[in-house]
């Protein structure tokens, strides 16, 4: 996944709310808009790192979220999750796979990425099985427990849902979920474990190093 292509995309400003600003961006061969969402957040970067390992916790801050679990663990870098997204009535809601990864996306940054496995599962007539989710975290530490968040995705949610409709609504995703993702990293109540072993795989920089 070339991030720096993603978040150098041409995405055009939405608005700004909260300190959080959002983006759209049209994808080839979709009806689709992706979506893109900023924000500055104090906080330590490993703190960050665990809450997005702490899987048990997401319905605290992933908007929307249903349901959650974790379908296969290789290491801690690749996981593969399933997640069940409450839908507003008649719609069935969304059931969405997909494997996790980490990665260094340069300049000191680390990127989580998701991508779509819809056939991971057999299909269950309960929920409306996603086909498309990609998507992507990017943390910079920018400053003492200081670290800008970028958050990426494009998902299709099927048919029954217009485009236009789901275009209009897509702003509400990346601004409720980083909204959430703050107030739960400013709880001084909320300190999740953070995988040590995760330092096999990839090199956590906290601090912004010094400029020459």
């Known amino acids: 996944m070339d991030v720096a292509l993603i978040l150098n995309g041409n995405w055009q400003f939405r608005v700004e709310h909260k300190g959080i600003k959002t983006y759209s961006s049209k994808v080839e061969g979709s009806d689709i808009h992706s979506f893109k969402g900023e924000v500055e957040i104090q906080t330590p970067l490993k703190k960050l790192i665990s809450l997005f390992h702490d899987m048990e916790n997401y319905n605290r801050w992933v908007h929307q979220l249903g349901e959650m679990e974790v379908l296969e663990k290789n290491d801690v870098i690749d996981v ?55 998507g992507l975290w990017v943390f910079t530490p920018t400053g003492h427990e200081t670290v ?46 953070y995988p040590q072993d995760i330092e096999q795989h990839i090199s956590i920089i906290e601090e912004v190093p010094d400029k020459l």
């Open 148 to 193: 800008h968040i970028t958050f990426v995705m494009h998902i299709d949610p099927g048919q029954d849902v217009p485009a236009p409709v789901s275009n209009a609504g897509m702003f509400e995703v990346p601004f409720y979920s980083m909204n959430n993702l703050r107030r739960l990293l400013m709880d001084s109540s909320y300190n999740p474990l």
């Open 80 to 134: 593969v999750v399933r997640q069940i997204i409450k839908t507003p009535w008649p719609l069935q809601e969304r059931e969405l796979i997909m494997r996790t990864g980490l990665l260094s996306a340069g300049d000191n940054s680390i990127a989580v990425t998701m991508k779509g496995e819809p056939d991971f599962l057999p299909d269950n007539p309960k929920y409306h099985r996603v086909r498309h989710s990609t």
